[in-house]
């Protein structure tokens, strides 16, 4: 047992302006309520977080153990499932081939929104049996003309292509994409493929999943891994790429493999309609449309296909305020359909209680719930508290061994950074702190729940402000935001908390934790002070 350190330890005597009868009372109130009120509550949420941890642990083991042996012996998608190349009949000609409809949902996109409309006029498909929707939401009335008149421009080049918009943004993306379903020209079409306003299929991408679906009709979704152009940019989207790939190259690849199910990732993927109808169709009930279909749809019986190596480039937020927006969207929208979800999917018959098990347990509360608490509660608070309470002991294969061993697991979508790794565990305990929070609101359906804020797209923006900058003159940057942008100040207050966490444990502590925290302090003051991410010029 470690030796318990007085209170008035906590409130030094030489602190400027307070006397020795005001520290040392200080301490004296500490000691009483410490044995009776704090150390058992401290010990408990120690005890609360090492079993989150090992919820976690043993998920991401059952993560590896899978997906090791996936590679090894699972069968490629094109030999468990039926596919076949689409051919022109000699007869019939491009009928041979299923009408496609492409919806583009768009929000003010006025660097890409040439990028998206460009690679998807390209795509490798019979015109004839193809119809594009741009389904325009802009209040920007220059950007809606951008636009249009992009649209009809390659209208005018052959291509079917609808530039749709509404009286009003109600139910956002879930919104334009069910009335895009409703218009007369898009009934015979049998799938439909969503693509975001940065995403840049390749000209084959049709070509290699749609056939998937023609000849596997319990099939409801293929959906397509995301690349990123600009992983590179900075330091953010590199952390960014970390956690993706291991999405994409884990979590995705077991879903699909060992229960046919995960979640859709709202585009880069092909649905069939028929589908989405008996699923009820697209509901703005949370700001995860795209997730909540996904689960509809599975406990219809519909069953999903990934497909890793059918890639599409897309672009990565390169500012932390645009991050930080997307971040909220994705851990408070699946919490809150969780809380909405629970009941309909243990009450439904249709599926198997191994996947009704899959989707409670390790889809929605591990994932989505766990994995943001324990991450911010045990790293961020607990254990910085057990410095200032020795007697609550943290066992070292809950503080570092377990820990180290799930972190390792998530650099194995992206082993070009692995050597980014430690950071990256930093700044994942800073990002823990906004997803919990969003977690929270989500799951108690509070009143940012709905919150819904398009992620900023750059595009090509700074390639653009570094070309035309003259050589040896410095690339502009954008005038210093206001403070309220500038600095955050949760961030900072946590700083100033770690950093006297870690001040005391230098001075009295036995783990010499102290290492961890002021680094972790550094991580936050970098937050804080807003160094992370891109800057672009006005």
């Known amino acids: 047992m470690a030796d318990v350190v007085p209170g008035e330890s906590l409130m030094p005597e030489y602190f400027p302006g307070m006397s020795v009868d005001l520290a040392t009372e200080f301490g004296t109130i500490w000691d009483l309520v410490k044995a009776p009120l704090i150390v058992p509550l401290v010990q408990l949420a120690v005890y609360v977080c090492l079993a989150m941890t090992v919820m976690l ?17 699972w069968k490629k998608p094109e030999q468990r499932y039926k596919w076949e190349p689409f051919q022109e009949d000699v007869e019939n000609g491009s009928q041979a081939y299923p009408m496609v409809l492409i919806q583009i949902p768009m929000f003010n996109e006025k660097e890409v929104y040439k990028i998206s409309i460009g690679a998807t006029c390209n795509l490798s498909w019979p015109t004839n049996r193809l119809v594009i929707q741009v389904l325009d939401d802009s209040t920007d009335l220059v950007i809606k003309d951008m636009i249009e008149k992009e649209c009809k421009r390659w209208a005018s080049k052959g291509v079917n292509i609808w530039y749709q918009i509404r009286e009003t943004r109600g139910g956002y993306k879930a919104g334009a994409l069910k009335e895009g379903l409703t218009h007369d020209y898009v009934k015979d079409c049998k799938y439909v493929t969503i693509f975001d306003a940065d995403f840049r299929p390749e000209p084959d991408f049709l070509q290699r999943a749609i056939p998937f679906l023609e000849y596997n009709p319990q099939l409801a979704l293929v959906q397509g891994r995301w690349r990123f152009v600009n992983a590179n940019e900075c330091l953010l989207t590199r952390m960014q790429e970390m956690s993706l790939d291991y999405h994409f190259t884990v979590e995705q690849e077991v879903g699909s493999a060992t229960h046919a199910f995960f979640g ?145 697991m998530n650099a194995v979508g992206t ?100 290492v961890y925290i002021f680094l972790q302090v550094i991580t936050f003051l970098i937050v804080g002070f807003g160094y992370v991410g891109t800057f672009v010029s006005s």
């Open 415 to 514: 082993p070009r950074s692995v050597h980014l790794l430690f950071y990256w565990i930093l700044f994942e305990n800073v990002m823990s702190l906004h997803r919990t929070k969003a977690t929270f609101i989500g799951l108690l359906d509070a009143k940012r729940s709905n919150e819904w804020v398009v992620t900023e797209k750059l595009g090509d923006t700074l390639k653009k402000q570094k070309s035309t900058t003259p050589k040896g003159v410095p690339t502009p940057r954008k005038a210093k935001p206001i403070y309220s942008d500038r600095f955050h100040f949760t961030e900072l207050g946590f700083a100033v908390f770690l950093f006297f966490i870690g001040c005391y444990d230098y001075m009295f502590g036995k783990h010499q934790y102290f």
């Open 264 to 408: 859709f990732n709202g585009t880069g993927g092909v649905w069939r309609i028929a589908a989405i109808n008996e699923a009820g169709g697209w509901k703005d009930r949370t700001t995860v449309e795209d997730m909540d279909l996904a689960v509809r749809a599975s406990l219809k019986g519909w069953k999903f296909l990934y497909l890793g190596d059918l890639q599409v480039k897309s672009e990565l937020p390169s500012t932390f305020k645009a991050f930080r927006y997307q971040q909220h969207r994705w851990s408070c929208g699946p919490a809150n359909l969780f809380r909405k979800m629970v009941p309909e999917i243990i009450k439904t018959k249709k599926v198997t209680l191994w996947k009704k098990m899959y989707v409670i347990y390790n889809f929605f509360f591990v994932r989505k719930i766990i994995a943001h608490m324990v991450t911010f509660f045990f790293f961020c608070i607990v254990l910085p508290a057990t410095i200032l309470i020795p007697e609550v002991q943290v066992p070292t294969w809950g503080a570092i061994y377990i820990p180290c061993i799930i972190t390792t």
């Open 57 to 73: 642990f043993v998920e991401r083991l059952y993560m590896g153990v899978v997906i090791i042996l996936i590679k090894l012996f």
